[in-house]
């Protein structure tokens, strides 16, 4: 229990969290939470919103405070042991119907309107009652500010029975881009070839599935290119 040997656990636990912060970043909960707007914090793990603070900074300050919890020895061991288990805590002690939001958010990726359903589902677990017509609108108004997207904040205008609906107003930017890329494939006195016709429908039931602008767009793209419609469906299903 020396004094060296708090300073080697002190770093090993500095550097055990950063690996578990890198491999999350891999996790189909960053997905979701990146889909979301949201980036992780390299310094406390947690999810912020993606435009607020640099992450290039973090890096440093998270160096700095490696450096200090190394030379504190076992007491920066002790403040790191204390903060894992009071975030353990806190989160055992979230409702149940938050918990099981969380492992859905953690296995399965989600479409935007999914995303949103549930951050709505979340905050009304946490509060213990529905939310109302003002709150869901700033719920949307989060999103349409965090993602740069104005059409969202309309979100929770629509029926709640129409999923569907509220998918394609989430994937409003995605179906923009395939109708942009559809004006660059070569047409034949002006309509696409049977091929190509085929590819842009499987593109748009990949949009209604929640793929995004940057997958339309590389998607098209690959079709510019030669892509073949075996390709291209075989694609869906990797």
């Known amino acids: 229990m020396s004094y060296e040997t708090g300073v080697a656990v002190a770093v090993l636990w500095s ?44 890096l440093p300050v998270w160096l700095i405070i490696a450096v200090v919890s190394a030379a504190l020895s076992w007491v920066g061991v002790g403040i790191g042991l204390c903060m894992l288990l009071y975030s353990l805590a806190k989160d055992a002690g979230a409702p149940r119907a938050v918990r099981d939001l969380r492992w859905r958010l953690k296995n399965a990726v989600l479409p935007l309107a999914e995303l949103m359903e549930l951050d709505k589902q979340s905050a009304e677990a946490m509060l213990g009652r529905a939310l109302s017509q003002e709150e869901t609108n700033a719920i949307a108004e989060l999103y349409a500010e965090r993602l740069n997207r104005p059409e969202l904040a309309d979100f929770f205008a629509i029926p709640s029975a129409s999923l569907a609906s509220k998918q394609r107003l989430a994937n409003a930017a995605a179906l923009r881009a395939l109708a942009d890329e559809i004006g660059t494939l070569p047409t034949t006195e002006g309509r696409l070839s049977l091929t190509n016709a085929a590819q842009v429908e499987e593109i748009a039931r990949r ?32």
Do not use: C, P
């Open 15 to 58: 550097v055990g969290g950063l690996v578990i912060n890198l491999f999350t970043r891999l996790s189909t909960l960053h997905e979701n939470m990146t889909r979301a707007g949201w980036r992780r914090s390299w310094i406390t793990g947690q999810y912020k919103e993606a435009h607020s603070g640099s992450a290039i900074w973090e």
């Open 207 to 238: 949009v209604d599935n929640g793929a995004d602008e940057a997958h339309v767009r590389e998607a098209m793209k690959r079709i510019r290119e030669g892509e073949t419609l075996t390709e291209t469906l075989k694609g869906s299903r990797s």
